[in-house]
């Protein structure tokens, strides 16, 4: 059968080599299509506005954001709506006509910067600038390294922007990444000195981000956050959206409803200014994957601010709604008004109608473990590093994902001397945060930052453990890094962290399917990037 798609940038791509017939997430063809085109034009915008700058020339703050927008539509699990896509081609693509009306040198501007609909339709066009456009398997996994690297960063610097943060800079590097893409005479080693530079960009974003939450929100702290559930009925909201959390919230005072956050909004309950909402009820589910039972169970509205959707069984469609860069058809999507907020009544009067949640659970989640609350027990744990009651620390982040060999990462957790504490960030903390690990003299042995978006934190935690410790170099630190990953986020954060000079990170369950077995070559060889193999095995290499 002729391959009607290619697709192989998150975890669970099919057999670990690419989903050819329909995607594992449940993308079809036709809209990988779209994805594909949609990365295309936003690379021609990109080189258009990547010249301008050149020529001493104004990039819109709209341009911005519709080029990280695109790439934030196409991370996994995120949109699975043809329509949305096609017609954000089409805005890509009037973009960049107003663009290069400006534009002084248009010669030898690559052929995605000068393509229109007019000479071949979309699907045509598609089908020639998939992945597979590229011949040569290395060039390929770079590009696509770079290209997912960016897609992670395109996420962070979304969010930053929707609380007025913006960091012109690292717009201008994601363009002109995105355009280098497009050229032909770069090297491998062009192209591996830009995956690492992503890296560099990376932790500008991830800091921009920090910045935003915690400068709109205040630093999370040390919280409890319920499980069960109340009488009334409610809305749960899931992705890692905080901005769309505040406007819920607000809108929702008053009404009778409650709101339950979902998989990535956990840590929202983390910070300060989402306390004061009454209506602001506990964690209902776990990680994203479990979504279609919990969905079900919930019996009122559900919105997706961000990934991880999957796409939604029969009995609840008519419940989820979508916003942001999520899109699923059949879904109502609350858009984004003129004036930058979004009128969530659709959602609320749903709600209304609906029975209160069915209980799934009952007990708490402890977390907060950002840095700052981290900092202020620092003197705690840098005795406790002394003393030797703590003799490693774990960085478990990263993504949970619906593969049985993810169990791997609840037995590790399970299994890990009594003397050791994880770090963790993202859903990846699903596999172990509800268990009781116990504490070390009060300092509990799962610290959570919070969402993937948060994994800045631990990099943070790390520098000023080195700067206690009066170490030369991070590597010296008695921190392992055991890092689940599943889709695009994780990319960035881990070319953040070799950006940062730490090594030997553990990589799992899986190696991506898109390294190259030379470019795989490339970061065992320097970085000492490793897999997985088995939890006691591991637990002897990493621990002991
Ligand atoms: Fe396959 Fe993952 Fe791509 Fe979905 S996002 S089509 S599961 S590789
Ligand atoms: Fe999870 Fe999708 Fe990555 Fe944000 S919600 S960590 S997978």
Redesign the pocket.
């Known amino acids: 059968m002729e391959n009607k798609?290619f697709?192989?940038?998150?975890?669970?791509?099919?057999g670990c080599k690419?989903?050819t017939q329909?995607?594992?997430?449940?993308?079809k063809p036709e809209v990988?299509a779209m994805q594909d085109l949609l990365i295309y034009v936003t690379k021609g915008l990109s080189a258009v506005t990547t010249r301008l700058r050149a020529e001493g020339k104004k990039v819109s703050a709209e341009v911005n954001h519709l080029i990280t927008l695109n790439l934030f539509v196409t991370i996994?699990?995120a949109n699975f709506d043809r329509e949305a896509i096609i017609s954000r081609i089409k805005d890509t693509l009037a973009a960049k006509t107003e663009a290069l009306a400006v534009l002084t040198d248009r010669e030898n501007l690559p052929e995605a910067a000068l393509w229109n609909d007019t000479e071949d339709g979309f699907d045509a066009k598609a089908a020639k600038v998939g992945i597979l456009a590229t011949e040569n398997e290395d060039i390929r996994s770079l590009r696509e390294l770079i290209t997912y690297g960016l897609k992670g960063l395109a996420a962070y610097q979304k969010h930053a922007n929707v609380l007025g943060y913006e960091n012109e800079a690292i717009d201008a590097f994601a363009q002109s990444a995105l355009a280098k893409l497009l050229d032909d005479s770069l090297t491998g080693d062009d192209l591996t000195a830009l995956t690492l530079e992503t890296g560099k960009w990376g932790v500008d974003g991830m800091a921009l981000l920090d910045k935003a939450n915690t400068e709109t929100y205040g630093n999370p702290e040390l919280t409890q956050v319920d499980l069960g559930v109340r009488q009334n009925p409610g809305i749960l909201i899931s992705g890692h959206d905080l901005k769309d959390l505040e406007m819920l919230l607000e809108q929702t005072q008053g009404t009778g409803v409650d709101v339950y956050t979902h998989g990535e909004m956990l840590p929202a309950h983390y910070y300060p200014k989402f306390k004061k909402y009454e209506n602001f009820a506990g964690n209902y589910g776990n990680a994203w994957w479990k979504q279609k039972e919990e969905f079900e169970a919930f019996n009122g509205p559900i919105l997706m601010t961000t990934n991880c959707v999957v796409p939604p069984k029969a009995s609840y469609q008519d419940r989820l709604f979508t916003t942001g860069a999520t899109g699923v058809p059949g879904c109502q999507h609350i858009a984004l008004q003129a004036d930058g907020t979004k009128d969530f009544t659709p959602v609320i009067d749903l709600a209304k109608k609906c029975a209160a949640p069915t209980e799934l659970e009952q007990g708490k989640i402890v977390g907060g473990f950002a840095h700052e609350q981290v900092f202020a027990v620092a003197d705690k744990v840098v005795e406790a590093v002394k003393s030797g009651a703590i003799k490693k620390f774990v960085v478990m982040a990263g993504c949970d994902g619906r593969m049985k060999s993810r169990d791997y990462y609840t037995e590790f957790a399970k299994a890990l001397p009594q003397d050791t504490v994880i770090l963790t960030a993202g859903c990846a903390k699903y596999k172990y945060i509800k268990m009781d690990l116990g504490d070390i003299g009060g300092i509990p042995r799962v610290l959570d930052a919070g969402q993937c978006n948060d994994s800045y934190s631990l990099a943070l935690i790390a520098l000023k453990l080195k700067e206690v410790f009066g170490l030369e170099d991070v590597n010296e630190l008695p921190i392992a890094y055991n890092i689940a990953w599943y889709?695009q986020k994780a990319v960035i954060v881990l070319l953040a962290l070799l950006h940062l000079g730490v090594k030997n990170i553990h990589l799992g369950p899986t190696l991506p399917?898109f390294l190259s077995p030379n470019v795989a070559k490339v970061l065992v060889e320097n970085f000492g990037i490793g897999g997985i193999t088995t939890v006691e095995e591991d637990i002897k290499k990493m621990i002991q």
Do not use: D
């Open positions: 798609m697709c192989y940038q998150c975890q669970e791509t099919a690419g989903c329909v995607g594992v997430c449940g993308k990988a996994t699990n889709e399917a």
